[in-house]
């Protein structure tokens, strides 16, 4: 395996912090390293893989695709684009979708839409995207510059002008800083590369109410949290406010890359030309997705993430050394009494439990949505084991 890891060092750029193990297979909840150790993934490749490794329908479907028609541009009609489109805007309420590649290209989306909307209805000086303190949107450098973290920023400086960032929780910090050239406010309603720090659905429904005031659009960036993570389809769907725009990404393929931005009619605003990609929607990767979004139903996944959910988080809290558990559905993180999260994510790691560390003292779960009750009972074992040693 070491053997790897050097060649690895010697042609790959060095930008990220690998841990080190190399899988070679994945089935439902489990990985397999090279040497058949099988681990439990409580991570699913960062909320990605949401129906489970090596998934037979999405398979079934992505095989099939590729030998119907793998590619034409987006000069085309393909009909899994468009089935998809429906799909998504029936699930969530929306009403059109421009596909994208991944997170941060779905976002890019977001935010050129939410000029090209402020732009239209209110004038040149409005473009301004705010977005919020520990945010994680991307690391193109628009979503750069809309991530609230300037550990992350500092080096690309200067990033791209039209953004800023407010503190979270407090509405009155919001209202302050919305000004004449705020287009958009752009919101996780879970942080989840932040920490995995839920907001309140009474904090959201009075930031949509700021945006109504103020006429400004509300964003939600739903890349890691949405696709059924929270235990509804889109994350904000239960907590009693509906976003103007939305992006999509992480789960849509179950693996993928895929990503989506999508608008109400309001914010609907780009004309033939304004926004593009060789890539986006093309007939492979909306298949996948179609079948993910097959499998979401026909499976009972949502019900079965919101047990689940239950499930870990009442394990979880009752270890010795865990402070408390927050988060939605199965986008969770174990506070620890102590920063010890990453010797306890190493110690994880060697009992054959995929997790991570989000912060000194934060441990994210983000199983498969598909995790059984027994291997529920299993990750909390092994990381009580982890948490001991
Ligand atoms: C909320 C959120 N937005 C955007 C992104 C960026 O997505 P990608 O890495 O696919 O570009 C991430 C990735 O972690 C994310 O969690």
Redesign the pocket.
Do not use: I
């Given at each position: 395996m070491s053997e790897l890891f050097a060649r690895e060092a010697a042609v790959i750029m060095p930008t990220y912090g690998r841990v080190p193990v190399a899988f070679v297979r994945g089935e439902g909840s489990w990985l397999f390293d090279e040497g058949g150790k099988a681990y439990l993934d409580c991570l699913s490749g960062?909320?990605v893989v949401s129906v489970g490794h090596a998934n037979t329908r999405v398979a079934a479907a992505v095989a099939e695709q590729m030998t119907e028609l793998v590619h034409v541009s987006n000069l085309y009609y393909t009909e899994p684009q468009v089935r998809l489109a429906e799909r998504l805007t029936q699930l969530s309420g929306l009403a059109r979708v421009f596909f994208a590649n991944?997170?941060?290209?779905?976002?890019e989306a977001a935010i050129k839409l939410a000029r090209r909307w402020g732009q239209k209805t209110k004038g040149a000086d409005s473009y301004e995207v705010l977005s919020l303190v520990d945010?994680?949107?991307?690391?193109?450098l628009a979503?750069l510059a809309a991530t609230g973290q300037p550990g992350k920023q500092k080096v690309f400086e200067p990033l791209p002008p039209g953004f800023g960032q407010a503190k979270g929780h407090d509405p009155d910090v919001i209202a302050a800083a919305i000004g004449p050239s705020t287009a958009a406010v752009m919101i996780?309603t879970t942080?989840?590369?932040g920490g995995v720090v839920p907001f309140e659905a009474a904090y959201l429904q009075e930031i949509r109410a700021l945006c109504n005031e103020a006429d400004v659009l509300m964003i939600v960036?739903?890349?890691?949290?949405g696709m059924g993570r929270t235990g509804s389809w889109f994350s904000w769907q239960g907590l009693g406010f509906e976003p103007d725009i939305a992006?999509v990404?992480?789960a849509l393929a179950n693996g993928l890359?895929i990503?989506a931005c999508l608008a109400n009619e309001r914010a609907s605003v780009f004309d033939a030309g304004d926004h593009a990609t060789t890539f986006g929607g093309g007939p492979v990767v909306c298949r996948a997705a179609l079948a993910v979004i097959e499998e979401i139903e026909e499976s009972e996944v949502l019900a079965n993430c919101l047990a689940r959910s239950e499930q870990l988080l009442e394990g979880l809290s009752a270890l010795d050394g865990v402070a408390s558990v927050r988060g939605r559905g199965l986008l969770l993180g174990a506070v620890l009494g102590q920063d010890r999260a990453a010797e306890v994510t190493s110690a994880c790691l060697d009992a054959g439990l995929v997790v991570n560390n989000v912060r000194p003292n934060v441990v994210r779960f983000a199983p498969p949505l598909t995790i059984t009750a027994d291997e529920v009972d299993q990750a909390i074992s092994r990381f009580a084991a982890a948490l001991a040693g």
């Open positions: 960062l909320a991944d997170g941060a290209t779905a976002n945010s994680f949107h991307g690391r193109t979503t996780e942080q989840g590369e960036d739903d890349v890691q949290a992006t990404a992480k890359p990503g």
